[in-house]
């Protein structure tokens, strides 16, 4: 992945953020619940990162070293949360977390939007 520096906003850029909570985009292609829908989300995000979009993407944490904010490529991060602690959870059991994880990506798009 070419991490170069952030290209020029176009003046009808967008602030978009996306959510991979199953699944970390930069996980190990093969393991458990990391595959396609990874390599999508990735591309998709440098794609318009790349176009002079900002985006986001958010994640949960797996493990306790997992930096809370990662730049992947020109204008795109992903920021991990937190949330449900860093063992790995069931597809089944993440609806249990699914408050407590857009509640964090709201206070973050707030104090974002008030900065």
Known sequence: MGIGKDAPLMSNALAIAMLSIHSSPIGILGTRDTGGMSVYVRSLAREMGRTGHRVDIFTRAREDSDAAETRLS??????????GGPQPLEKADLHRHAD????RNASM??????A
């Open 74 to 83: 020109t204008n795109v991060r992903l920021v991990t949360l937190d949330i």
């Open 100 to 103: 407590d994880f857009a509640a």
């Open 109 to 114: 798009a707030a104090a974002k939007s008030s």
